[in-house]
């Protein structure tokens, strides 16, 4: 599970890649791109740990003296969205039956108390 930091740094990656191969892009954009207080360091680092779970595959390179940042996407970064989904899904879905079985209990407890 990823935290909230890695979360908007992946959605930046995945919305640069999703529609081409690969993309090119410095750790300032991503930390820029991915609001909240973030520096370029911290979202290189962030990029370094995504790549090392397995999402992206990263390269280096260097661009007029900047960093920047190969990234190519991996099935698992692919399927980024989609897991996000599934997850809020299994959230609503798990809410529901939690409060479906508070009203289920409710009533019994009600028709205890009428029968006894």
């Given amino acids: 599970m990823l935290n909230k930091r890695e979360n908007r740094v992946m959605g930046v990656l995945y919305e640069e890649c999703?529609?081409?191969?690969s993309a090119l892009i410095s750790p300032a954009d991503i930390a820029r791109l991915a609001g909240g207080e973030m520096t370029a360091a911290q979202a290189e680092k962030?990029?370094?740990d995504l790549a090392m779970d397995g999402?992206?595959?990263l390269v280096?390179?260097?661009?007029?003296g900047e960093t920047v940042l190969c990234i190519t996407l991996s099935e698992k970064g692919r399927a980024f969205r989609?897991?996000?989904?599934?997850?809020?899904?299994?959230?609503?879905y798990r809410l529901g039956l939690t409060v479906a079985f508070?009203?289920?209990?409710?009533?019994i407890g009600l028709?205890?108390?009428a029968l006894f």
């Fill in 18 to 21: 999703k529609d081409k191969n």
């Fill in 60 to 64: 280096y390179s260097d661009r007029r």
């Fill in 82 to 92: 989609r897991t996000a989904l599934v997850a809020k899904r299994n959230l609503v």
């Fill in 46 to 48: 962030i990029a370094a």
């Fill in 102 to 107: 508070a009203v289920v209990s409710f009533l």
């Fill in 111 to 113: 028709l205890l108390k």
């Fill in 55 to 57: 999402y992206f595959d």
